[in-house]
């Protein structure tokens, strides 16, 4: 495969997206024509498959070419989906169906974020765990010390929290992650647990392309006797591959620090756009960074009352709005709360 190929593949998909786009005639099958033309499995995506076989000094223009074609048929579907919303205006420029009455609202659909949280509570329940949770709002106990952060640890440097003015100064939280619903189902439930927690979480960050004071994460929690690393890299290769629905996903672990684990890691998978060879959504580094996991530390199993000689656990954790960022190669954090229906239409 040449570049010249590469380019009349997409020279061809283009004019053939031309056509149709022409030929839409309501929104919805604008947003399937959008996705035919520039999903996973349009001309665009096999196009960027075919760039790492290509000579060093041709990956740039070819790169180049992907984005223009993706460019070309967004600004066509808009100007398509304008000009119907010229033929049959509505009140605010809102097209409107005559035959279903002047009471007929568009239907709405889940957020992105939303589909990414239910799609990885489906994974987990098929793999025997289940889904618990807990408040937004914590005691300190709950979400440092129990998770062997006490007071003036460094660890709590790590996490801008964001306090609360109940009871004793300092002591409630708008919780910094969701670890604390793993301590609470500790506390009222005997051993072996399996269980996957989702929800929103709070730091104190200013709202940027990378950061945002409100995120949401999924923690994993398994205990049980015999548990080991190799559990624990084995279950997050199984979620992985089922995640991004690619078999061919290689995972990577690199030793860190987590106070609440002993021994922690960095939790990375091969790039699902590059294989591995280098782009600009893993920074040409063949990985992209999920998180952190580790096995849970004994202290972590002697403050809620689980002896940590008998059982053993591991425990990893993500941000929802990153993993929706990797998989649609979205550049900023800040879309995910901007409303903007522009956006929220495509998913």
Known sequence: MTLADELARLDAALDAARADIAQAASPDALDELAREYTGRRSAASV????????????????????????????????????????ERPGLDGEVVDPTLGTHVRPRGHLHLVTQIRRELEDIFTGLGYHVAEGPEVED?????????????????????????????????????????????????????????????TYRNETL????????????????????????????????????FDDET??????????????????????CVFCHGEGCRVCSHSGWVELGGCGMVDPNVFTAVGIDPEEWQGFAFGFGLERLAM??????????????????????
């Open 326 to 347: 990797i998989r649609h190669d979205i550049d900023e954090i800040r879309t995910f709360v901007d409303n903007d229906v522009r956006f929220l239409e495509q998913y």
């Open 47 to 86: 196009a960027n498959e075919a760039i790492k076989h290509l000579p060093s000094d041709e990956r740039p223009a070819a790169g180049r070419a992907v984005q223009a074609y993706k460019q070309a048929v967004t600004e066509l579907v808009a100007a398509r989906r304008a000009a119907l919303t010229a």
């Open 140 to 200: 300190d106990w709950h979400n440092f010390e129990a998770l062997n952060i006490p007071p003036a640890h460094p660890a709590r440097s790590m996490q801008d929290t964001i306090y609360v003015q109940l009871g004793a100064p300092e002591q409630v939280v708008l919780r910094t992650h969701t670890s604390p619903v793993q301590i609470r189902t500790m506390e009222t439930h005997a051993p072996p647990i399996y269980v996957v927690a989702p929800g929103r």
């Open 249 to 270: 996903i290689r995972t990577r672990f690199r030793s860190d620090y987590f106070p609440y684990t002993e021994p922690s890691a960095e939790l990375a998978v091969s």
């Open 208 to 243: 940027d392309a990378r950061h945002s004071p409100v995120f949401h994460q999924i923690e994993c929690l398994a205990v049980d006797r015999g548990i080991t690393m190799a559990h624990l890299f084995g279950t997050i290769e199984v979620f992985a591959r089922r995640l």
